[in-house]
């Protein structure tokens, strides 16, 4: 998803970029809720700052009625397809450092692409974060960014912190998140256990598909530079 949207980006003049990224970065702000943040700590067995930010790039890139449904009801998070994949998958498999989950609920790269199709456009030495500091946004284009949002009247609350055991965490993100909890952490497997062998089937021709797609791009990259070509 990420190089179609860089694409896009580079076609666009240098100050449109900075202003993608400003839209980008007010969405990432707003989303910075206690509550989302329970939401994806329950995914992710717990959840740093940055793998908050992480979160919240996934979930931006989901789209904006996910985004709205997940900032009015974070729990709404449970009924996606890809996130039913993912505790699936987390049930199912070992984790494995060298190639990570097939589904997760984070996207770091996301939040970058502004920042290269910035470099594509005026250059390596170009920096995007040297233009943020200059808003390029109206006062009404925030306005009509935040009026499109809903919040859970308990988006703020407190799942855990200083003081606090990790039974009283586990216990206030079960009460925050029951969907998401009894998907990731329940007794009982999620509803698409019953299909688990295509879903893991369906992960591993993925991973072979996107191993074949990234050897041809090698071997294409590679005739090109090829001067006898």
Same mark, same amino acid.
């Given at each position: 998803?990420?190089?179609?949207?860089?694409? %896009?980006? %580079?076609? !666009? &003049?240098?100050?449109?970029? @900075?202003?993608?990224?400003?839209?980008?970065?007010?969405?990432?702000?707003?989303?910075?809720?206690?509550?989302?943040?329970?939401?994806?700590?329950?995914?992710?067995?717990?959840?740093?700052?940055?793998? =908050?930010?992480?979160?919240?790039?996934? !979930?931006? $890139?989901?789209?904006?009625? @996910?985004?709205?449904?997940?900032?009015?009801?974070?729990? *709404? /998070?449970?009924? /996606?397809?890809?996130?039913?994949?993912?505790? @699936?998958?987390?049930?199912?498999?070992?984790?494995?450092?060298?190639?990570?989950?097939?589904?997760?609920?984070?996207?770091? *790269? =996301? *939040?970058? $692409?502004?920042?290269?199709?910035?470099?594509?456009?005026?250059?390596? +030495?170009?920096? #995007?974060?040297?233009?943020?500091?200059?808003?390029? !946004?109206?006062?009404?284009? =925030?306005?009509?960014?935040?009026?499109?949002? %809903?919040?859970?009247?308990?988006?703020?609350?407190?799942?855990?912190?200083?003081?606090?055991?990790?039974?009283?965490?586990? $216990?206030?993100?079960?009460? /925050?998140?029951?969907? /998401?909890?009894?998907?990731?952490?329940?007794?009982?497997?999620? +509803?698409?256990? $019953?299909?688990?062998?295509? @879903?893991?089937?369906? #992960?591993?021709?993925?991973?072979?598909?996107?191993?074949?797609?990234?050897? *041809?791009?090698?071997?294409?990259?590679?005739?090109?530079?090829?001067? &006898?070509?």
């Amino acid at each position: 998803m990420q190089e179609p949207v860089i694409e %896009t980006l %580079t076609k !666009l &003049d240098a100050q449109d970029i @900075v202003r993608f990224k400003q839209i980008y970065n007010e969405y990432q702000d707003l989303a910075y809720k206690g509550k989302l943040w329970a939401a994806a700590a329950v995914m992710h067995g717990g959840c740093s700052d940055d793998k =908050f930010i992480d979160f919240r790039a996934w !979930l931006i $890139a989901q789209g904006k009625e @996910v985004y709205l449904n997940a900032l009015a009801n974070p729990d *709404s /998070l449970a009924k /996606l397809e890809t996130v039913i994949d993912y505790a @699936v998958e987390k049930s199912l498999t070992k984790y494995e450092p060298s190639s990570g989950y097939f589904y997760s609920s984070d996207f770091e *790269s =996301f *939040s970058y $692409a502004a920042n290269e199709a910035y470099k594509y456009k005026l250059g390596n +030495e170009a920096d #995007i974060y040297d233009m943020l500091n200059t808003p390029l !946004l109206t006062d009404m284009e =925030f306005g009509e960014i935040e009026s499109e949002i %809903t919040y859970a009247s308990d988006i703020d609350a407190k799942w855990g912190g200083i003081g606090a055991s990790q039974e009283e965490a586990d $216990a206030a993100l079960k009460k /925050l998140c029951p969907e /998401l909890y009894k998907c990731f952490r329940g007794n009982d497997p999620p +509803e698409r256990a $019953a299909e688990k062998e295509s @879903v893991l089937d369906q #992960i591993k021709q993925s991973r072979q598909s996107q191993a074949s797609e990234k050897q *041809s791009k090698n071997k294409n990259k590679k005739h090109k530079s090829d001067p &006898d070509l």
